[in-house]
């Protein structure tokens, strides 16, 4: 399914119920009551329809990109929560107990309790929830922490919305926009479900074990895992996975990193990972036979697919995790297509599998270009940062224009070599990027 029928679909779900309610074709009140109620409409269905971009869906993300995903995700929320507090201020018509004759709340916008305190929850609830993720890093919640309470806090929005909306809603008062509401709580719900229960059951019958825990570079491990029954992980370079090491499937402990081992190199799985927080800083000392999970693969960062005449992989830091899985990939499969592979630094050991790049490079052919920012005595590779002028002096010319460009690091880096890049000439339909971070 292409992305852009995805795109149509999503969209289908959050303006079905403002569709609907205007199909009732009901008598227009002020322009403020319409806009009210089309403010809430749309806030709850927008909020609904946020649990199908979790980024964990496979189908969705991999078309779209997970880093595309989270970021509508965001977007979204923040517009639905403007609409959510703005909804019930817009009112003009008086808030009274609606007459028996006015069974469709057509003419009265109602202040009973009971048709008001789930909204009110919901209504105070939005904001926060959406405040708490902008500002998640300097409130200092361990990222577990913060990840139950919004998956919660989610539900309980989409369920007071709901809730809210079938007591007091003018429009929802209709039998067919009332079932289409619980129908749409029922797909939000199931989609919590499908990540947090559905996804940790069938992470039972795939357990893993960890073959190999080995330093790559500086407060840098490679992690290797091997299937401790017997089963089939499917995936392509460059893809990355949910993974858990030592805890049951259920829970907030998973973190994504990118596959570093190359498909057709057999059962085992690798990952590159570098020393961060609370998780990351205990990998070192994972023991070999520690019992793990993996939900996945996600991601796009593929290469397999394209037909590009030649492939660049632009890497910082530890985004060389998933070109390494590329770079295996690309040698073990006997892909004869030119390769090049820019990796920048803050100092020499913080390079990670320094040597078998280079034996990458030669047994490949891959024009290898190191960049230091703080380079040692004698280097003589680039000094610096990944610059547009390092890039033309790499893919200047026209013949480069038509090549794939996989770029993955910081988030300043991202932006300024893909705007280098498009720059160059490249279409951006040949650039490939995935951050690490989504805030
Ligand atoms: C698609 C993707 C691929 C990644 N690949 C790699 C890789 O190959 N190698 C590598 O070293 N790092 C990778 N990362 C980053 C890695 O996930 C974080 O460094 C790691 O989760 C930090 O966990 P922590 O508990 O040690 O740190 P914490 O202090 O708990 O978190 C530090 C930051 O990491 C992020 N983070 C933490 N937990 C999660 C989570 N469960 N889900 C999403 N983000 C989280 C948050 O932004 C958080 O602020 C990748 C991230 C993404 C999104």
């Known amino acids: 399914m292409p992305a852009g029928l995805l795109i149509l679909l999503y969209l289908c779900a959050a ?14 009140r002020s322009i403020f009551d319409e806009l009210a109620s089309g403010a809430g409409i749309l806030a709850l269905a927008v909020i609904l329809a946020e649990f199908l971009l979790l980024g964990r869906y496979r189908f969705v993300a991999r078309r779209v990109g997970t880093d595309i ?6 977007l979204l929320a923040r517009g639905a929560a403007a609409l959510a507090v703005a909804h019930p201020f817009l009112y003009t018509t008086r808030r009274a107990p609606a007459p028996d004759w006015d069974v469709g709340r057509q003419f009265f916008v109602t202040h009973e309790l009971s048709a008001i305190w789930p909204g009110m929850i919901a209504w105070l609830l939005l904001p926060a929830l959406v405040l708490m993720a902008i500002g998640r890093n300097a409130l200092g919640y361990r990222y577990e922490t913060w990840r139950l309470m919004h998956g919660l806090g989610a539900a309980l ?21 009332a079932t289409v509401w619980l129908a749409l709580l029922g797909v939000a719900l199931f989609a919590l479900a499908y990540v947090y229960v559905l996804t940790p059951l069938a992470q039972l019958r795939r357990p893993w074990r960890v073959a190999a825990v080995a330093p790559v570079a500086e407060r840098t491990w490679e992690v290797t ?22 805890h049951r499937p259920f829970g907030p402990h998973e973190n994504p990193f990118s596959i570093s081992s190359a498909p057709s190199a057999g059962p085992e799985v690798s990952f590159i990972i570098k020393e961060l927080g609370d998780f990351t800083r205990t990998i070192g000392q994972v023991k070999p036979g520690t019992r793990a999970y993996l939900d996945g693969p996600h991601g796009h960062l593929t290469v397999t697919d394209h037909k590009a005449p030649g492939v660049a992989l632009i890497a910082g830091g530890v985004g060389i995790a998933p070109m390494m899985g590329i770079l295996r990939e690309l040698h073990a ?107």
């Open 15 to 28: 303006l079905l119920p403002l569709g609907l309610a205007w199909a009732q074709g009901l008598e227009a």
């Open 225 to 246: 895992l091997r299937p401790a029954r017997d089963f089939a992980f499917r995936y392509r370079a460059g893809q990355f996975a949910w993974l858990n090491i030592g």
């Open 157 to 177: 929005i989409a369920g007071f919305g709901v809730l809210h909306t079938l007591r007091a809603g003018r429009y929802s008062a209709d039998p067919t926009m």
């Open 333 to 439: 499969s006997g892909d004869t297509r030119p390769t090049a592979l820019i990796y920048g630094n803050r100092n020499a050991a913080q390079i990670a599998c320094r040597d078998e790049l280079e034996e990458l490079a030669r047994a490949h052919g891959t024009r290898l270009g190191h960049v230091l920012c703080d380079p040692p005595e004698g280097w003589t590779g680039e000094v610096g940062f990944v610059t547009p002028e390092l890039l033309r002096a790499h893919f200047g010319d026209a013949e480069h224009r038509e090549w794939l460009y996989v770029l993955c690091g910081p988030p300043a880096m991202l932006e300024a070599v893909e705007d280098a890049l498009i720059g160059l000439g490249v279409p951006s339909g040949n650039i490939l990027s995935e951050r690490f971070s989504y805030d």
């Open 69 to 74: 995903v989270m970021r509508m995700h965001q």
